[in-house]
């Protein structure tokens, strides 16, 4: 693991702690291209009302529009969290060279938990694939936010009897 490669998955960490401040689940995210970010997104689906507002969504339309291309070859993916089918889709449609995976999501994930689109041969394009990445940092936010969701829900249901 590389210096850079810390300092860009810290700063999709700094992303994923936007979104838990706005109470949406911490996804961060955010895209490299030649040593600089060129795209940056946390999860907002909540927010927005919208089922298209990943992090990794949000990144790549940023990074598309600063590069004025679709095709984001030459770019690394640095998530919080192992991408979802619909995120995994747009990673492989982008030609993005490499994605690199804080923690794995074992229910819905689509970089080797449920299934493996970003290395499907049968695609036209395949990303590389690192994961582990500050892996417990990243896995113990998640559990944090789910925890305080679950106390949440648990005192909104006592108080409502």
């Not at 997104?41 to 004025?68: C, D, Q, V």
């Not at 492989?92 to 080797?112: F, L, T, W, Y």
Request: hydrophobic share 35%.
């Amino acid at each position: 693991m590389t210096e850079d490669t810390i300092k860009y998955m810290k700063e999709a960490i700094r992303q994923a702690k936007k979104a838990y401040a706005l109470g949406e689940v911490p996804i961060g995210c955010v895209i490299v291209y030649e040593g600089k970010i060129i795209g940056r997104g946390y999860n907002r689906r909540t927010t927005e009302k919208n089922p298209l507002a990943h992090a990794e969504m949000i990144a790549i339309r940023k990074a598309s529009r600063r590069l004025g291309d679709w095709r984001l070859e030459g770019c690394q993916m640095y998530v919080t969290l192992e991408p979802c089918q619909m995120c995994a889709g747009a990673i492989v449609q982008a030609r993005m060279d490499k994605v690199v995976i804080g923690c794995m999501n074992p229910k819905a994930g689509c970089a080797g938990s449920v299934l493996d689109l970003l290395r499907e041969e049968a695609f036209n394009h395949q990303a590389e694939v690192e994961t582990g990445v500050l892996e417990k940092e990243c896995s113990e936010m998640m559990k944090a936010f789910f925890k305080e969701l679950r106390e949440k829900k648990k005192e909104g249901q006592e108080t409502s009897c």
